[in-house]
C-alpha cells in the first residue's frame, strides 16, 4: 500500500513494525533453514502462526504442528536453496490485513522431482512469523511433495496414517 504526497511515493508502514525488522526475521529464517536448524526456527514463529501448503487444504496451526511439520520438511527437501528475496506488505488469508511480508523463492529435490517454490511470509507487530504460504510447482513435484511429507508426518506421529483416517 502506498500514500502518495504532492511529488513523491513513500510506501506505508504497518504500525509497529519497521520494514527492517520484518527483513531480518526473513533473513534469520533464511539463514535457519539453510542450516537445518529447528531450535532457531521456533524462536521465529508466533504461537498462533499457520502454515498454508500446497498439498492440504487447510493449514497447519499452531506452533508446535508447524515446528513438526518442519522436522519432517528438513528431512524431506534434497538440496534446498533459496535462489532470490522479496520484500513488501501482503493482504494475510486469516484477517485479511496487510502485514509487512517477504517472499523467499528457492529450489529443491524431493524423490527426484525438481521443485521451484516460494515461501510467503507474513510478520505480526513483534516481528514474528504469523502466517507461512508455502507454493511449489510443477504439479509432479507437488504430488512427490505431498507423499512425502505424509509419509513423515505419519512416521512422526504427526498424522494418522491411511488406515487410520
Do not use: W
Not at 38 to 60: C, H, I, Q, T
Not at 75 to 82: G, H, I, K, L, M
Not at 131 to 160: K, N, W, Y
Amino acid at each position: 500500500m502506498e500514500t502518495e504526497t504532492p511529488g513523491t511515493t513513500e510506501p506505508t508502514e504497518p504500525t509497529n513494525l519497521t520494514a527492517p525488522t520484518a527483513t531480518a526475521t526473513a533473513q534469520r529464517f533464511r539463514a535457519a533453514v539453510e542450516k537445518e536448524d529447528l531450535a532457531a526456527l521456533e524462536g521465529l514463529f508466533a504461537e498462533d502462526v499457520r502454515l498454508y501448503s500446497p498439498v492440504k487444504f487447510r493449514p497447519f496451526e499452531g506452533k508446535p504442528m508447524v515446528m513438526g511439520l518442519f522436522g519432517v520438511l528438513l528431512r524431506t527437501f534434497e538440496d534446498f536453496r533459496y535462489v532470490g528475496e522479496y520484500d513488501g506488505t501482503a493482504e494475510t488469508s486469516a484477517d485479511g490485513s496487510e502485514a509487512p511480508s517477504a517472499v523467499l523463492a528457492f529450489r529443491s529435490t524431493v524423490n527426484g522431482k525438481a521443485i521451484h517454490g516460494i515461501d510467503l511470509l507474513h510478520f505480526d507487530e513483534a516481528g514474528l512469523i504469523k502466517e507461512f504460504t508455502v507454493m511449489v510447482r510443477p504439479q509432479s513435484a507437488v504430488h512427490a511433495l505431498g507423499e512425502a511429507v505424509l509419509a513423515g508426518l505419519v512416521a512422526d506421529g504427526l498424522a494418522p496414517g491411511p488406515a487410520e483416517n
